[in-house]
């Protein structure tokens, strides 16, 4: 039997890279996968933000949560463009001010974070344009030319093919995001579900995190049934 999976996009590199078997995969942003569960639609495991989990919790929704992964807020080039140093506050605000455009999700966790800080440190009124997209990897937009650069989690940006993966944001400015995973409660197929939750610990899969760029949660105790 096939489970339903709802994830975050932060963990479409890492899912799509060891591809577990019977699961049936959906991805999108942590707000809008909580939109469509609230409208009534079936999961068996979640993968969101640890925020997002966290409000499912208290909805009584979802089982004890694993904590899957934390990853930055990074930049990224079309491939084989100059990388630019970030290295500095002063540096990335020189980059994003002299990019001919500088795109963002629009509801993610980094875009609605990176919206914010543009706005905190007076950067918005100031970029040449402002692309913001409203679904799918940043790095898509930066691949084919659409902006010149892209900032998004770092784990989102790895797995985008045509792009340069510039690093992290700054760490006065970084922000990391927590990922976890969860077992519906009304899922009706509870063992594979659990199957699917402890593959998510497996070397294959701590592996494909690395690659990814989503560091890998300590070692957490199997939650409990």
Not at 10 to 17: F, I, N
Not at 77 to 106: W, Y
Request: proline share 6%; aromatic share 4%.
């Amino acid at each position: 039997m096939t489970i339903a999976v709802l994830s975050t996009l932060a963990l479409k590199g890492v899912l799509e890279d060891t591809a577990p078997p019977g699961a049936s995969i959906r991805y999108h942003s942590t707000q809008a996968l909580l939109e469509s569960l609230a409208a009534g639609e079936h999961a068996d495991v979640v993968i969101l933000t640890s925020e997002g989990i966290e409000k499912l919790a208290r909805e009584g929704k979802v089982g004890p949560a694993l904590e899957v992964g934390t990853s930055g807020v990074g930049l990224a080039v079309r491939a084989g463009a100059r990388k630019p140093d970030i290295s500095t506050v002063a540096n990335l605000e020189k980059t994003l001010l002299e990019a001919a455009s500088v795109a963002h999700s629009k509801s993610g966790a980094s875009g609605l974070y990176f919206s914010g800080l543009l706005e905190r440190r007076g950067w918005a009124a100031r970029l040449k344009k402002r692309v913001v997209v409203e679904k799918g990897p940043v790095g898509a937009a930066v691949a084919a030319g659409e902006a010149e650069i892209g900032v998004q989690l770092l784990c989102e940006l790895a797995p985008v093919n045509g792009i340069d993966v510039v690093g992290a944001l700054p760490r006065e400015l970084d922000n990391v995001s927590r990922f976890s995973a969860a077992i519906m409660k009304a899922s009706t197929n509870r063992k594979q579900a659990q199957l699917f939750v402890d593959f998510l610990r497996s070397p294959q899969a701590l592996a494909a995190m690395e690659r990814n760029l989503l560091s890998p949660a300590p070692n957490n105790p199997r939650p409990p049934e």
